[in-house]
C-alpha cells in the first residue's frame, strides 16, 4: 500500500492536473494498493490538515483542464518558518499532519518558493517528489517547466493580434509580458511573434538605445514598432540602485508598471502614439497546450515511478530532452536564468532584435 499526498503550490499554470494525472495513472497502472490524499490550496492544506481523498475518478478528464483542482495558494518561504497568528510551528504542523496520515510521500507541484520549502520538509526527514511547474521557466535544474510552452503560446497570440493594429494605426506597441524576474517568456514570445525590441530583467536597457531602434525603423519606412517588454525589465540606470532603493521607486512610480513608463518616455522623445497592452494573468490561464500536456504527463509518469521504487528527495526534470531526477538540495533556492551571451540571444541580435543595451 501506497499513501500518497499531492499538493499544488504558488502561482497556478497550465498542466498542473496533467501532472497529477500523470503520477496517480502510473501508481494505479502499477496495480499497487494507492491512497491519495489531496492537500487543499498548497502547504495552507498541509498546514492546517485541510486535505481530500481522491480516487482514480477524480483525475479522469482533468488532462486538458486548466488550473488546479486542488486550488494554490502563495506561502512564501520566508514566513514558512514563522509562527502563524495563533503561534501554529507552521513546519511543525505540516510534519504532524504528513505523519498523522501515515503518508509514504509527499508529490509537490510548484515553482521557485515552493521548492524551497519542499527541500526544507525533505531536511526534516518528510519523503518528498517534487514536479517544475512555472510559466516563468525559472527553475533551476531542468531545461523546461510545464506552463511555460502554453504561456508562451498565449504571450505569442497577444502579440499576433497587436500586430495587426499597430500595423494599420503605424504605432509603437507594447507587450507586457509575464516575467518579475527572469525573461525566458518574453524572450520566447516577443521572438515568435516577430517584435521589434525585447526588454528582459537580464539585459537592463538603455531608454536612448530603445529609442534608437524605433527611428531607425521609422527611417527605413517601417509605419509600427512592437515591443515585448517583461514585467521585471529594467533601465540600466535602475539596475544601479539597491534592492531597496528601487523597490521604492517602483512604489512611488507614478506609473502602474514599467511598461507604462517606458511608453511615457517614448512619447515625449519620438512623438510618436504609444499604446500598452498587458495580457497579464490569462497569460497562466486556460487550457494546457498540446506540448505541455504530454511533458507534464511524462514528468507525471516518472514521478510516479520513482514513488513506486521509494526514491525520494528528487525533482523531476528535463535534461537534454531526457527526462531525469534532479537532487532537490540542489534545485532549492536557485533561479535560472536568461545569460546575456546565451546563443538565443545572440541569435535574436542578428535577426535585428533590439535588446536596448
Ligand atoms: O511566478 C509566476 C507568475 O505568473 C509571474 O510570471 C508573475 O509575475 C507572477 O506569477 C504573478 O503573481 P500573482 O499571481 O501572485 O499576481
Known amino acids: 500500500m501506497k499513501r500518497v499526498g499531492l499538493l499544488t503550490s504558488g502561482g497556478d499554470c497550465q498542466a498542473l492536473n496533467a501532472a497529477m494525472r500523470g503520477v496517480v495513472k502510473t501508481l494505479y497502472n502499477s496495480g499497487e494498493a494507492v491512497e491519495i490524499y489531496g492537500f ?5 492544506g498541509l498546514i492546517y490538515g485541510n486535505f481530500t481523498m481522491l480516487t482514480g475518478k477524480d483525475f479522469s478528464g482533468i488532462l486538458t483542464k486548466g488550473g488546479t483542482i486542488l486550488g494554490s495558494s502563495r506561502t512564501p518561504f520566508k514566513t514558512i518558518q514563522e509562527p502563524d497568528e495563533n503561534g501554529l510551528d507552521k513546519v511543525d504542523a505540516m510534519k504532524q499532519n504528513y505523519h498523522k496520515l501515515r503518508l509514504d510521500c509527499l508529490v509537490i507541484l510548484g515553482g521557485n518558493g515552493t521548492h524551497k520549502t519542499a527541500n526544507l520538509l525533505r531536511e526534516e526527514g518528510l519523503n518528498i517528489v517534487t514536479l517544475p511547474k512555472t510559466i516563468d521557466n525559472d527553475l533551476w535544474g531542468t531545461d523546461m517547466t510545464f506552463g511555460f510552452q502554453s504561456a508562451v503560446d498565449i504571450a505569442t ?7 495587426t493594429t499597430a500595423a494599420s494605426h503605424g504605432r509603437v506597441f507594447i507587450v507586457e509580458v509575464m516575467g518579475h524576474k527572469v525573461g525566458w517568456l518574453t524572450l520566447n514570445a516577443g521572438i515568435a511573434g516577430g517584435a521589434d525590441i525585447i526588454l528582459i530583467p537580464e539585459i537592463p536597457y538603455d531608454i536612448d538605445k530603445v529609442i534608437e ?3 531607425a525603423r521609422h527611417n ?3 509605419q509600427f514598432t512592437i515591443l515585448a517588454v517583461a514585467e521585471g525589465a529594467i533601465s540600466k540606470a535602475d539596475a544601479k540602485l539597491s534592492k531597496k532603493e528601487y523597490k521604492k521607486k517602483l512604489e512611488t512610480s507614478p506609473y502602474p508598471s514599467v511598461s507604462y513608463e517606458i511608453a511615457a518616455k517614448i512619447q515625449k522623445k519620438t512623438g510618436q502614439d504609444v499604446r500598452v497592452t498587458v495580457p497579464g494573468h490569462t497569460q497562466r490561464g486556460g487550457s494546457p497546450c498540446p506540448y505541455d500536456r504530454v511533458f507534464a504527463s511524462r514528468l507525471g509518469a ?7 521504487k521509494g526514491e525520494y ?4 526534470g528535463y535534461k537534454n530532452r531526457e527526462v531525469v531526477k534532479v537532487p532537490l538540495e540542489d534545485v532549492a533556492g536557485k533561479l535560472k536564468m536568461v545569460s546575456p551571451d546565451a546563443t538565443i540571444i545572440k541569435e535574436a541580435k542578428l535577426l535585428g532584435i533590439c535588446f536596448g543595451d
Open 313 to 316: 528527495g528528487f525533482m523531476v
Open 40 to 44: 487543499l490550496e498548497g502547504y495552507k
Open 157 to 163: 497570440a497577444c502579440i499576433d493580434c497587436i500586430h
Open 302 to 308: 516518472e514521478a510516479g515511478r520513482l514513488i513506486l
Open 220 to 222: 527605413r519606412g517601417s
Open 213 to 215: 531602434a524605433i527611428d
